[in-house]
C-alpha cells in the first residue's frame, strides 16, 4: 500500500479547516454582544422582533394616510401587554439590559398610541416613532442571538409542533 504524502494531508486539513476559520474570523469581527437561547426562546425573541418590526411598517403606512386612529390601534398591541405575554423563562437569560430596552420599547408604543389618540399631528408622531426607533437600533447594534443547541425535551416539543 503507497503511503500518502504529507502534501495531501495539509491539502485535506485545509480544505476541511477553512470554514471553520472563516466563521471564527467572522465571529471575532462581531463585537457585539452574544446572547445564547435556546431554539425555542429564540423563536419567542426573534418572533417579537418580527412583530415590533411589521407594527412599525403598519403605523408608517397609516401615518403617511394621516389615520391616527389606525397609528393608535397598529401600536397599542405592541405596547405592555405584548410584554406581560412573554415567558419567564426568557427573564431568567437575558441580560438585564436587553430586557430594559425592551420594555421602554414596549412603554414607548404604549405612549405613541396615546399621541395618536391625543389628536397629534403626523410630524409629532413620527417624531415619538423615530425616538423609539433609536432604542431598537441600539440594541441591535449592541446584541447577536446565536442558537443553543436544544435539550432533548425541547426537541421533543418541537417536534410535537410540526
Known amino acids: 500500500m503507497k503511503s500518502l504524502s504529507p502534501l495531501f494531508f495539509l491539502v485535506v486539513l485545509t480544505y476541511n479547516a477553512l470554514p471553520a476559520l472563516a466563521e471564527n474570523q467572522a465571529l471575532s469581527l462581531d463585537k457585539r454582544e452574544v446572547l445564547v437561547l435556546t431554539p425555542i426562546q429564540r423563536n419567542h425573541v426573534l418572533g417579537e422582533m418580527q412583530a415590533l418590526l411589521s407594527g412599525v411598517q403598519h403605523i408608517l403606512g397609516a401615518l403617511a394616510e394621516d389615520d391616527m386612529e389606525a397609528v393608535a390601534a ?3 398591541p405592541l405596547g405592555r401587554s405584548m410584554a406581560s405575554k412573554a415567558e419567564d423563562h426568557l427573564s431568567a437569560v437575558l441580560p438585564r439590559r436587553f430586557l430594559q430596552l ?5 412603554y414607548d408604543f404604549d405612549n405613541l398610541a396615546r399621541l395618536a389618540e391625543s389628536g397629534a399631528d403626523g410630524k409629532a408622531v413620527l417624531g415619538e416613532l423615530s425616538r423609539l426607533m433609536r432604542k431598537c437600533q ?4 449592541h ?15 418541537l417536534d410535537h409542533r410540526h
Open 102 to 106: 425592551g420594555m421602554d420599547v414596549h
Open 74 to 76: 397598529s401600536a397599542r
Open 143 to 157: 446584541y447577536q442571538i446565536y442558537p443553543l443547541k436544544s435539550s432533548a425535551i425541547e426537541e421533543k416539543r
Open 138 to 141: 441600539a440594541c441591535h447594534a
